[in-house]
C-alpha cells in the first residue's frame, strides 16, 4: 500500500512538473488559448507516464540511497552527527534566503532553491562534521551563559581535570589527590598513555625509569586512591604535537589541563583554557618568610658572589647567605634579609647572627 502511495506521488509530481513547463513555454511563445491548454494537457500526459515508468528506478535507488545514508550514520560518533546536523540546518538557511533573491529569475528560477539546498546543505554538512569541536564548544558555552542566572548559587559538579605526561612523571599528583585538595574525575587521554608507552620502552635509561614511574604513578591513583579516573579514547589526528592536542581536547570537554609544564601553561592560557600548575601550588604553600626573621640553616656549598653560602630549607627552598662561606658544613642561625620570588621558585637571602672579636668570630643567638 505505501508502495503503491508512492507511485502514485511520483507520477502527480511528474505531472505537475509537464503542466509547469507546458505553461512556461506556452506564455514565452505567446500560444493563443487553445494551444496553451493543449500544451498543458500535453505536458501533464507526458509527465505523468514519465513518472509511471521511472518510480520503480527512483524507488529502488532511493532505497539503496537511505540504505547507504542510515549505515554511515550508525557508524559515525554522536559528537560528528551533531556538528553536521547542525552544520546541515546553517546551510539550508543561508539556501532559503538566497532563494528568495533569485525565485523570480525566468525559467530556472524556481529551481534555483532546490539546487542551492543541495549544494549548501552537503558543504554545511562537511564544515560541520570537520568543526564539530569548535561547534559543540560554542553550543556548551552559550548554554552556559544563557543558564547562569537560572543556576544562582546552585552548587555544580566539580570540573574534571586533565593530566598531562609531565605532571604524571613527576609523581606529586598522587599525593595531592590523597590529601582530598582535588575534587571531580581525572581525565587521561589515551594519546598522553601512548606518550608514556613510547618513554617507558626508550633505550635512554634515565626515560625509561621515569616513563615506568608515571605507569606506576597512574595505576596507584586508580587502584589505591578514592577518585575517579577516566581514560579519553579522543584523538585528534589533524594535530601532531601533544600539548596542542591536550588544549582542544580541555576545549571540547570544558575541563581543566593538570600540569607543571611552563610553556604548555602559556599556551593553554593564550587559547582560554584554564590550568592548574602543580609547581605554582607548591610554591604557594610554602611558608612564609618575612625580613628580620631568624631560622637555622646548614650551609652546604660556595654562591656565585665571592664569600656567599648556600643552604637549603626541607622544601627546597634555597637560602643565600652573604658572608656565609667560611660556615660550609656548619648548621648556623641566620637573619633573614630579602626575599626573591621568580619563576623557577623562591630564593631567600640571609646574614649570619655572628659578633666578631679581635681573636676570631662566634656565633650567637
Given at each position: 500500500m505505501v508502495h503503491r502511495s508512492i507511485r502514485l506521488f511520483i507520477m502527480l509530481a511528474f505531472a505537475g512538473i509537464g503542466l509547469y513547463l507546458g505553461r512556461t513555454v506556452a506564455d514565452n511563445w505567446n500560444w493563443s488559448v487553445e494551444i496553451s491548454w493543449a500544451a498543458n494537457g500535453l505536458g501533464v500526459i507526458i509527465g505523468g507516464l514519465l513518472g509511471f515508468f521511472l518510480a520503480p528506478f527512483i524507488l529502488k535507488k532511493a532505497k539503496l540511497f537511505v540504505d547507504w545514508l542510515e549505515g554511515g550514520i550508525q557508524k559515525l560518533p554522536a559528537q560528528d552527527v551533531m556538528g553536521g546536523v547542525t552544520g546541515l540546518i546553517i546551510g539550508l538557511i543561508i539556501a532559503s534566503l538566497l532563494g528568495v533573491s533569485f525565485f523570480r529569475l525566468p525559467f530556472i528560477?524556481?529551481?534555483?532553491?532546490?539546487?542551492?539546498?543541495?549544494?549548501?546543505?552537503?558543504?554545511?554538512?562537511?564544515?560541520?562534521?570537520?568543526?564539530?569541536?569548535?561547534?559543540?564548544?560554542?553550543?556548551?558555552?552559550?548554554?552556559?551563559?544563557?543558564?547562569?542566572?537560572?543556576?544562582?548559587?546552585?552548587?555544580?559538579?566539580?570540573?574534571?581535570?586533565?593530566?598531562?605526561?609531565?605532571?604524571?612523571?613527576?609523581?606529586?599528583?598522587?599525593?595531592?589527590?590523597?590529601?582530598?585538595?582535588?575534587?571531580?574525575?581525572?581525565?587521561?587521554?589515551?594519546?598522553?598513555?601512548?606518550?608514556?608507552?613510547?618513554?617507558?620502552?626508550?633505550?635512554?635509561?634515565?626515560?625509561?625509569?621515569?616513563?615506568?614511574?608515571?605507569?606506576?604513578?597512574?595505576?596507584?591513583?586508580?587502584?589505591?586512591?578514592?577518585i575517579k579516573v577516566n581514560i579519553c579514547e579522543k584523538d585528534f589526528e589533524d594535530i601532531s604535537e601533544v600539548d596542542s592536542k591536550l588544549v582542544k581536547l580541555a576545549r571540547v570537554f570544558d575541563a581543566l589541563i593538570l600540569t607543571n609544564d611552563y610553556n604548555l601553561n602559556k599556551v593553554a592560557e593564550l587559547q582560554g583554557v584554564k590550568v592548574l600548575n602543580i609547581n605554582e601550588l607548591a610554591n604557594a604553600v610554602k611558608p612564609v618568610v618575612l625580613p628580620g626573621e631568624e631560622m637555622q640553616v646548614q650551609v652546604i656549598k660556595d654562591g656565585k658572589e665571592t664569600g656567599q653560602g648556600v643552604g637549603y630549607l626541607d622544601d627546597g627552598t634555597m637560602i643565600v647567605v652573604e658572608n656565609g662561606k667560611r660556615f660550609i658544613g656548619q648548621n648556623i642561625g641566620v637573619m633573614v634579609t630579602s626575599v626573591l620570588q621568580t619563576a623557577a621558585g623562591r630564593m631567600i637571602f640571609a646574614k649570619p647572627k655572628v659578633v666578631e672579636h679581635k681573636q676570631g668570630f662566634s656565633q650567637f643567638g
Open positions: 528560477g524556481p529551481f534555483l532553491p532546490i539546487i542551492g539546498s543541495i549544494i549548501l546543505g552537503y558543504l554545511g554538512w562537511r564544515v560541520g562534521t570537520k568543526r564539530r569541536e569548535d561547534i559543540i564548544s560554542f553550543i556548551q558555552s552559550f548554554y552556559r551563559r544563557s543558564n547562569k542566572a537560572e543556576r544562582g548559587f546552585k552548587k555544580e559538579g566539580a570540573t574534571p581535570k586533565i593530566l598531562d605526561t609531565s605532571v604524571i612523571i613527576d609523581g606529586r599528583i598522587a599525593d595531592i589527590c590523597r590529601s582530598g585538595f582535588i575534587e571531580g574525575s581525572l581525565i587521561i587521554p589515551s594519546f598522553v598513555l601512548e606518550e608514556l608507552r613510547h618513554i617507558a620502552d626508550s633505550s635512554d635509561i634515565l626515560k625509561r625509569n621515569r616513563g615506568r614511574r608515571g605507569l606506576d604513578i597512574l595505576n596507584k591513583i586508580r587502584n589505591e586512591l578514592d
